[in-house]
């Protein structure tokens, strides 16, 4: 599996304004926003599209547009959501699919809650947004159900990720007999943190990101 950290100076001036604890919740959420526009120009730098010719006021000219069917874009509830307006900004016709995923706090172990994905995903290429990638366990199951229905190329978009939960995906993709015949899984993050602690929080990290977002619950 692919692993994308951005390393731009913008990227990592946001990162660190997010992560610090005083930052309240409306400015998280504008950071985050413009963190994933920053971050969706590199995840899509291979979108598909098709050439096409257009007419200029002076003369035709060849361009490209984005081909059919176009990406879906599948943000991790709750936190998730957050990214989804970062996203769609620079991918407006994309079509958008649901997960809704809450980890247990004691096994570390997620849960789905809400799935509103097309039933047939073939020949997609579709973008996870979640933006913490821990243990790995949430980014796992969604990939399993997007390679289920057939999704031919997976980026996730996070802002920060594990060691942990990187080498967690690696070695389950590898031991996955479908997934040698199937599409490239990568991961595009904003850093690779040092480590999860005894909760399965990544340190430094930024703290719980839903909670940050829309409150503690
Ligand atoms: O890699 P993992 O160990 O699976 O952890 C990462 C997941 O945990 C968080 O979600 P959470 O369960 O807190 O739900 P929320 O978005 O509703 O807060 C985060 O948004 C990821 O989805
Ligand atoms: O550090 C972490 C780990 C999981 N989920 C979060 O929101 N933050
Ligand atoms: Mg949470």
Redesign the pocket.
């Known amino acids: 599996m692919e692993t994308l950290v951005i390393d731009h100076p913008l990227v990592s001036h946001k990162l660190t304004v997010l992560r610090e604890s005083s930052t309240d919740s409306p400015t998280f959420r504008r950071l985050t926003d413009e963190l994933v526009t920053l971050l969706t120009y590199e995840a899509t730098r291979d979108v598909r599209v098709a050439d096409v010719t257009i007419t200029t006021p002076l003369a035709p000219a060849a361009g490209v547009q984005l081909t059919d069917p176009a990406p879906l874009v599948v943000p991790i509830l709750r936190?998730g959501l957050g990214m989804l307006e970062g996203m769609t900004r620079l991918l407006p016709t994309a079509e958008v699919g649901f997960l809704g995923m809450a980890?247990d706090e004691q096994t570390l172990q997620p849960a789905t809650y809400a799935d509103r994905l097309p039933a047939d995903l073939s020949g997609r290429q579709c973008y996870v947004l979640d933006p913490?990638l821990?243990t790995g366990g949430t980014l796992a199951a969604s990939l399993q159900l997007l390679l289920d229905r057939g999704a031919d190329q997976v980026t996730a978009i996070c802002l920060l990720a594990a060691p942990e939960g990187l080498q967690a995906l690696d070695r389950k993709l590898a031991a996955d007999p479908a997934h040698q015949s199937h599409p490239r899984v990568r991961v595009v993050t904003a850093a690779v943190d040092d480590r999860l602690d005894e909760n399965?929080?990544?340190l430094p990290?930024l703290?719980?990101?839903?909670d940050r977002l829309y409150g503690s619950m």
């Open positions: 936190a980890r913490m821990a399965g929080f990544i990290g703290g719980d990101a839903g």
